[in-house]
């Protein structure tokens, strides 16, 4: 069973810090990993999504990659505001089944 | 862009009652939806896969005569909480995925269920 892990579980930071979020998971034969967002009772914003085949994704000041072999993927975040602030959580969705196995998130805080 | 709208965005119940949740795809069509649960400080959980037209699949520990999903539309599916406790109150989320694949799912805002 893919077990998704998501370190450190909180993050503060001040604005305009560079941001880097860390996702882990067990089973490497994965179809493609998302990134996703969410806001205080809210539902989910997907960010990026890499493909099994990709090694990264960039989208404004979002830069996503993925290592299959070591489990990881890390989300970099450029120069951080305040609107950051939300949890970010990641998925992978794995080959076998196309299941999608959820981090249990990031909560980011930027200061102004 | 896809748009999963979910349908009551917040809702309380009276403990015994049952709630329906309802997941529409609003500008595709969708074969498949998933249902997810959320409880304070933890990730999603699926909860079942629901295909049109056909029983929906649920994840080991969900209790299917609980939680009733239907699958009416290729627009449309819908969660019911049957006789509703406490330990229910939790934040349902469903996404959609497109017919025509890629696998990227569209979710819904979620729908927060307090049980009192």
């Known amino acids: 069973k893919q077990e998704v892990t998501q370190i450190p579980a909180a993050l503060s930071v001040p604005e305009g810090e560079n941001l880097v979020l860390n996702c882990s998971f067990t089973?490497?034969?994965?179809?493609?990993l998302q990134w996703f967002r969410q806001d205080p009772g809210k539902g989910l914003t997907s960010l990026l999504l890499?493909?099994?085949?990709?090694r990264e994704q960039t989208s404004g000041r979002l830069n996503a990659s993925l290592d299959k072999s070591s489990g990881r993927s890390t989300l970099y975040i450029a120069a951080s505001q305040p609107g950051d602030s939300a949890t970010y959580l990641c998925?992978?969705?794995?080959?076998?089944?196309?299941?999608?196995?959820f981090g249990a998130g990031t909560t980011v805080t930027v200061r102004a | 862009g896809a748009v999963v709208s979910q349908h009551p965005s917040w809702v309380i119940c009276k403990s015994g009652t049952s709630v329906k949740i309802e997941c529409r795809s609003l500008?595709?069509?969708?074969?498949?939806m998933f249902w997810y649960r959320q409880f304070p400080k933890q990730s999603l959980m699926l909860m079942a896969t629901?295909?049109?037209?056909?029983?929906?699949?649920?994840e080991q520990g969900v209790e299917k005569d609980k939680f009733l999903i239907n699958h009416a539309s290729l627009t449309l599916s819908t969660l019911t909480v049957t006789s509703a406790h406490p330990e229910d109150s939790s934040f349902y989320i469903c996404?959609?995925?497109?017919?025509?694949?890629?696998?990227?799912?569209?979710f819904g805002a979620g729908s927060r269920l307090t049980v009192l």
């Open positions: 089973d490497s034969a994965i179809y493609n």
């Open positions: 890499i493909q099994s085949s990709q």
């Open positions: 996404s959609a995925e497109r017919v025509s694949g890629a696998n990227v799912l569209t």
């Open positions: 500008d595709f069509q969708a074969t498949t």
């Open positions: 998925a992978a969705v794995t080959s076998n089944d196309y299941k999608l196995s």
């Open positions: 629901s295909n049109e037209g056909s029983k929906a699949t649920y």
